[in-house]
């Protein structure tokens, strides 16, 4: 006998790119939305590119039984060109290296590519995307349609699902578009005028934006004149369960400083870092005897580049699946953030799970939201990420500090309750149901 009181499931499309077994950064917050969306009667159905650079297997654990995804194969003239399982948007644009015929007119492809498609390369994907979410659609009808970028081009398609079907509509930006976005600035006057345009039409058109930080919020409802009730923020987070299990022991041999994560545009990567990490070096033999700075993840070459002759104190690896990710961060003695706005409008997914690692931070960010919680937490240090002797300073006091007191400087549990995405997800749900309403 069913239970009678027991209400229907409600649907919400979900439109990503990045998605399991898709690792990285780009697919955590989907993915956990997807996970306990369920448990709050919100059954996902998903639609995703299918290519797999990051593969991680681990994440498919977090996929509920039963979970309907659809992944749409970009168009095959397009995989030719960027040959298969490697995203257009990572090519790099800014080469110093001998290169072949082939990469070199790959390299120019890019380049034009970025400057005539707007807002990004991924618009080459949206015509098929749009097809499998009619179809999906019309066999399983959806309360609501959920969107969320980067890339911004994913928008586009519910964009058109939402003048065809009417439906409600929530779009979610965990990053930034055009606010403080130096790199599409270096595209030209003109692609950056469209650019604002296709924001300020995504955001007149959805039912609710969804932004991971309040200044992002406030930004975007200044610039586009949109009214505030449209907006909700809802910030990036931790899942508890990722982080469960005895707390790791301690390399007493070496201090390690880990960066999880990739450092690939230009904004990113002109910070003061390095420099201040040679600074650190020249001013502490034991510091220079025992640091190691781990970067896990893909690297700008030129930052790379500017640890030249550091060998014995910096290391490089690729990408990392999550749980091996996770395991490093728990064993580091000081996890490293480098934002590419400076930390003012944007929170990544890396800074709460540094927080639920429960390891003290060094934070290279301006003034805002992050520096704010570690400052006032007192869970590590931040410094401007111009001001290399401030990022020397903060380097030695760290050392000196986790040394004497490994354990201290760490997250307490209120502060990661607000972070919890379990409870996260429970904002989107509301955000989704207002929608439904307004739709």
């Given at each position: 006998?069913t ?12 439109i990503?790119?990045d ?5 990285g950064a780009?697919?955590m917050r989907v993915t ?6 369920p448990q709050?009667?919100?059954q996902?159905l ?6 797999n650079?990051?593969r991680?297997e ?6 509920p ?5 659809r ?11 960027w040959?298969?399982g490697?995203?257009?948007?990572s090519?790099?644009v800014?080469r ?11 390299r120019?492809?890019t380049q034009?590519a970025?400057?005539?498609l707007?807002?990004?390369v991924?618009?080459l994907?949206i ?6 979410c009619?179809?999906l659609?019309?066999e399983?009808p959806?309360?609501?349609?959920f ?12 964009q058109?699902?939402?003048a ?5 509509w ?7 578009w055009t ?8 595209l030209?006057?003109l692609n950056y005028a ?5 924001e300020r039409t995504?955001?007149q058109?959805c039912?609710?934006a969804?932004m991971?930080?309040?200044?992002l919020a406030?930004?975007?409802?200044e610039?586009f004149?949109i009214p505030?009730a449209?907006f ?6 931790f899942?508890p ?13 070496h ?9 690939i545009?230009?904004a990113?990567a002109?910070?003061d870092f ?6 650190a070096?020249a ?6 005897r025992?640091?190691?700075v ?5 690297l ?12 014995q ?7 990392m699946?999550?749980a091996?990710a996770?395991d490093?961060m ?7 953030l480098v934002m590419?706005d400076?930390g003012?409008?944007t929170?990544?997914n ?12 060094l934070?290279?960010?301006?003034q805002g ?7 006032r937490e ?16 903060a ?6 500090s986790?040394r004497?007191e490994?354990n201290g400087?760490?997250?307490s ?17 509301t955000?989704?149901?207002t929608a439904?309403?307004?739709?």
């Amino acid at each position: 006998m069913t239970n009678a009181s027991v209400p229907p499931m409600k649907r919400v499309l979900v439109i990503a790119t990045d998605f399991p077994p898709q690792g990285g950064a780009g697919a955590m917050r989907v993915t956990k939305f997807v996970k306990y969306l369920p448990q709050f009667g919100w059954q996902p159905l998903v639609v995703c590119v299918d290519s797999n650079w990051n593969r991680d297997e681990s994440l498919l654990a977090d996929l509920p039984p039963g979970l309907l995804v659809r992944r749409v194969p970009w168009p095959s003239l397009i995989r030719r060109i960027w040959r298969p399982g490697l995203p257009p948007s990572s090519i790099p644009v800014n080469r110093t290296d001998k290169q072949s015929p082939a990469q070199i007119l790959r390299r120019a492809g890019t380049q034009l590519a970025w400057r005539l498609l707007v807002p990004d390369v991924y618009r080459l994907w949206i015509g098929a995307a749009e097809r499998a979410c009619v179809q999906l659609l019309r066999e399983q009808p959806c309360d609501v349609v959920f969107t969320t970028s980067p890339p911004s081009s994913v928008h586009l398609v519910a964009q058109r699902l939402h003048a065809r079907f009417r439906l409600p509509w929530v779009a979610d930006f965990r990053d930034v578009w055009t606010a403080n976005n130096q790199a599409l600035r270096q595209l030209g006057k003109l692609n950056y005028a469209r650019q604002l345009h296709k924001e300020r039409t995504v955001l007149q058109e959805c039912d609710r934006a969804v932004m991971v930080t309040s200044p992002l919020a406030d930004y975007a409802r200044e610039t586009f004149r949109i009214p505030a009730a449209k907006f909700a923020t809802i910030t990036n987070g931790f899942d508890p369960s990722d982080f469960a299990g005895p707390t790791p022991p301690l390399d007493r041999s070496h201090f390690v400083i880990a960066h999880i994560g990739t450092i690939i545009g230009s904004a990113q990567a002109q910070n003061d870092f390095p420099d201040g990490l040679r600074l650190a070096l020249a001013q502490s033999e034991t510091f220079r005897r025992m640091v190691r700075v781990r970067f896990v993840g893909q690297l700008n070459p030129e930052f790379r580049a500017r640890f030249a002759g550091l060998d014995q104190n910096v290391e490089v690896a690729g990408f990392m699946p999550h749980a091996a990710a996770v395991d490093l961060m728990r064993r580091a003695h000081v996890l490293l953030l480098v934002m590419p706005d400076g930390g003012q409008l944007t929170s990544p997914n890396k800074f709460f799970e540094h927080l639920a690692a429960r390891r003290p931070m060094l934070a290279i960010v301006r003034q805002g939201f992050i520096s704010d919680i570690i400052t006032r937490e007192e869970i590590g240090l931040a410094a401007p990420p111009d001001d290399a002797p401030a990022i020397a300073r903060a380097l030695l006091s760290l050392f000196d500090s986790v040394r004497a007191e490994p354990n201290g400087n760490v997250a307490s549990p209120s502060l990661l309750a607000r972070f919890d995405r379990r409870e996260l997800t429970k904002e989107l749900i509301t955000v989704l149901s207002t929608a439904r309403r307004a739709g």
